[in-house]
């Protein structure tokens, strides 16, 4: 029902910063969710952070202090500006949506982050 394009992923060094950018499109009606998550090489996917239609974000504790999501309703487009990165947060991003946070059915190719020291 709902298709995700994910961009801006690559390679950086400790200490930089990537956005991301996840475009959906289809049935606008069940994109009242949207969220990054992420899977590093030997772990759980985790999630990165989400936000709502009214902008009400949730970030995993750990990763507030240097991510911020952020959307434009307009564009059915979700962001994450994430800075100072590490090498742990190396890993496949994804981009996910749905009508609630416990129903996000829809999920992005996923967009590789590598960041080294």
């Known amino acids: 029902q709902v298709q995700l394009v994910e961009s801006g992923g690559g390679s950086v060094q400790a200490g930089g910063s990537l956005r991301l950018s996840c475009a959906a499109s289809?049935?606008?009606?069940?994109?009242?969710?949207m969220g990054w998550y992420r899977q590093a090489p030997g772990s759980q996917r985790e999630l990165v952070a989400r936000i709502t239609r009214s902008g009400t974000t949730n970030y995993a504790a750990s990763l507030k202090d240097r991510f911020t999501i952020s959307r434009d309703n307009s564009k059915n487009t979700v962001y994450l500006q994430m800075n100072s990165l590490k090498p742990e947060d190396t890993g496949v991003y994804y981009c996910a949506t749905g009508p609630t946070p416990l129903n996000l059915k829809s999920w992005g190719q996923g967009t590789q982050v590598t960041v080294s020291s």
């Open positions: 289809g049935n606008v009606f069940l994109i009242n969710v």
